[in-house]
């Protein structure tokens, strides 16, 4: 019954890099616009990247230049490529997908994965 899984988390050193996962269960995803949250410890759940069906994407300011979101929509997989980690990047990260690009990127989705700790330290 789980549809989205989340993989790639792990501690890194500040100036790192991870690649993050999402994999979905079902095809149907590939239509689907997709996007990565995170909740940081005693902050909001907070939008990171997303990405529509066609592969456009966008990105919160505090990680634009350092952060790519991608699709293989043969794999039903997306990605986060984190480049440049910075301690304040430590959070949970959680994908989401819905049939709307509006409600994914506001409210989140009706489909999440369990998330996968990131953690950026010395």
């Known amino acids: 019954q789980v549809q989205l899984v989340e993989s790639g988390g792990g501690l890194v050193q500040p100036g790192g890099s991870l690649r993050l996962s999402c994999a979905a269960s079902?095809?149907?995803?590939?239509?689907?616009?997709m996007a990565w949250y995170r909740r940081a410890p005693g902050k909001q759940r907070e939008l990171v990247a997303a990405?529509?069906?066609?592969?456009?994407?966008n990105y919160v300011d505090s990680v634009k230049g350092r952060f790519t979101i991608s699709r293989d929509n043969a794999k039903n997989t997306v990605y986060l490529q984190m480049n440049s980690l910075k301690p304040e990047d430590t959070a949970v990260y959680y994908c989401?997908?819905?049939?709307?690009?509006?409600?994914?990127?506001?409210?989140?989705?009706?489909?999440w994965g369990q998330g996968t700790q990131v953690t950026v330290s010395s």
């Open positions: 989401s997908a819905d049939a709307q690009y509006a409600k994914v990127v506001t409210k989140g989705g009706d489909y």
């Open positions: 079902r095809s149907i995803f590939s239509i689907y616009p």
């Open positions: 990405i529509t069906s066609g592969g456009r994407t």
